[in-house]
């Protein structure tokens, strides 16, 4: 069974049923009423919620969020990703999953993720129909569901969100382990998602990556402020993109300027730098090729700085594992 089979854009469903999932699995949580608390809840079948978030667009924090989980999985735990990033979802491209078929729904009605690198994912762009090519431009050959621009908005969000959170099957077939971590790529910014998310989900740790420069870092005051009025733990910063160590020279460039600024934040906000990580040009081309840097030993070719960011994220990992443990004590 497929689950873009089930899948409708028509009028008569959009809005109550955004997936097409099936409506009366036991799993499947109601959308929060304005009576009474909302308890938020374990995700079937995981032991441990990170989420990764990055309060500004662009800073990288898709690509931390699947190289944490790949640094996290070499320490053989079970991990998979989840991509909540519903308006921009790049998981599919980063984990080379671009041309993935649509995922199968389990007999109680729950969705399969899809795995490469050993790791288990899930996205809204792998429930998205392709877009059509443009008939007007003979070069428009990138029809995949990637490409599909997501325009809902209000409550159909809010129940896509419901069900990738509860509904999808992450035991990896029939009386599975699970997963020990499940690292969730969130949407920048402070909208409906991560509040939902907070509200719904109970979460173990969250990450925050930013870049050196100040309008990215009063972005994260301002998420770090609604995170704490969530009560999420807050497990630490990442600063990426700090600096550039090009092949010839052992100097740092701080290209986006000095991380001053964000210790001094950090230090401000009371919140642990888990990372700083350089900029590497293999990242970027990993990213793009489907291939995390942390996987790959393509980092050994990257001269100190592909050294530097190994060790930084792989430091990044174990604090990580470490925060969660502490947690669960
Ligand atoms: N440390 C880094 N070095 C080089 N390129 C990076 C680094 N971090 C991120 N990038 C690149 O920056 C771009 C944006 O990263 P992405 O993870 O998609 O950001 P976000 O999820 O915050 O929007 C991608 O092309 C990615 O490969
Ligand atoms: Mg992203």
Redesign the pocket.
Known sequence: MLARRFFSSSSRFAHENPLGLPRNTPQAPQIPRRTGPIAPRKIPNVKHVVLVS?CK???????IAVNLAVSLALSRLHVGILDLDIF?P?IPTLMGLRSASEPELTSGGALRPITNHSIPTMSMAYLLPPMPPNPTDPGSQINTSSDTPVVWRGLMVQKAVQQLLFQVDWTGGEGGPGLDVLVIDLP?GTGDIPLSLGQLVIVDGTLI?STPQDVALTDVRRGISMFRKLNLPLTGLIL??SYFLCPSCTTPHHLFGAPDLFRRTAKSLDIPILAE?????G??EG??GGAPYALTSKAKEGGRGGEE?RSGMKDAAQRVLDSIKQQTK
Do not use: A, E
């Open positions: 990055s667009g662009g800073v990288g924090k898709s690509t921009g790049s920048p990556v990426n993109q990580l350089p900029l590497v040009p990242v970027s990213g793009d960011w």
